[in-house]
């Protein structure tokens, strides 16, 4: 257990978020690595870009394996290609100390990111926007003396 405050509070918050945010909190640690790595080249310190790129294919690894390839279908094996992308451009970026790939990568979950919070967005709305179970039992009785005045 740690006594860092910091470390407590982002362990509840992993602990207590919903798959969604755990989702954008993956995408956000691998972005946030990948500019620790970008400037760890920068700076001549390939030791820490070394850790910051493994931390990030561990996040890509992770990405990987909560695909659900039955229930997301073509979504899902799109996404495992681009991931195992992305991990190979790593490889490449590590070996040759090369910002270029660690860039591209960086953009590219970036815009994953957004991309999937827009479609969390949506689904929260879709969501929103359909009456409860409960609501649409409740539907008014005929009260057009049977007439049918529904399309």
Do not use: C
């Not at 609501?135 to 007439?147: C, D, F, M, Y």
């Amino acid at each position: 257990m740690t006594n860092n405050p910091y470390q407590k509070y982002k362990n509840t918050q992993v602990e207590t978020a919903s798959q969604e945010k755990l989702l954008l909190m993956l995408y956000d640690g691998a972005i946030k690595f990948l500019k620790q790595a970008i400037k760890g080249v920068e700076e001549n310190d390939y030791e820490a870009a070394n850790n910051y790129l493994v931390r990030t294919q561990d996040i890509i690894h992770e990405l990987m394996a909560t695909l659900d390839m039955e229930k997301g279908g073509e979504i899902a094996r799109n996404l495992e290609s681009l991931y195992d992308y992305m991990n190979r451009r790593l490889i490449e970026a590590n070996v040759n100390k090369d910002i270029e790939p660690m860039e591209e990568v960086r953009d590219m979950l970036a815009e994953l990111r957004e991309t999937w919070q827009e479609a969390i967005k949506k689904v929260k709305q879709n969501k929103a926007d359909q009456p409860s179970k409960d609501e649409t039992n409740k539907r008014p009785q005929n009260l057009s003396g049977g007439i049918n005045i529904e399309g």
